[in-house]
Nanobody, 123 residues
Framework: QVQLVESGGGMVQAGGSLTLSCVAS????????MAWFRQAPDQQRELIAS?????????????KGRFTISKDNPKGGINLQMNSFLQMNNLRPEDTAVYYC???????????WGQGAEVTVSS
């Protein structure tokens, strides 16, 4: 099992920046992919960025060039943790959503979910 906890959401004006953080704990050595999804009001949850253990990165076209996903390697001795970050620049009102950290092993890369972090972009 992997536990994910996000932080860093908030309110920002259009054109501003925010960085979301996600701390993974538990069986972090099993993680193949870390990703960020978002869900706007009355819309389906969508994948916006992902990064694999070999650092292959993918972005949805809606965030390409504005958002950057990154991760570090597991560390911490007995209680391993791993971090993922989503740097969001040039934010737009349409980026307003709840952002979810996601992770999983190779055979099910979207297994685990965080609780969500709300991002509101005002015009």
């Amino acid at each position: 099992q992997v536990q994910l906890v996000e932080s860093g959401g908030g309110m920002v004006q259009a054109g501003g920046s925010l960085t979301l953080s996600c701390v993974a704990s538990g069986a972090v050595n099993s993680i193949y992919q870390m990703a960020w999804f978002r869900q706007a009001p009355d819309q389906q949850r969508e994948l916006i960025a992902s990064i694999t253990s070999d650092n292959t990165v993918k972005y949805d076209d809606s965030v390409k060039g504005r958002f950057t996903i990154s991760k570090d390697n597991p560390k911490g001795g007995i209680n391993l943790q791993m971090n993922s970050f989503l740097q969001m620049n040039n934010l737009r009102p349409e980026d307003t959503a709840v952002y979810y950290c996601n992770a999983g092993p190779y055979w099910n890369p979207t297994s685990y979910w965080g609780q969500g972090a709300e991002v509101t972009v005002s015009s």
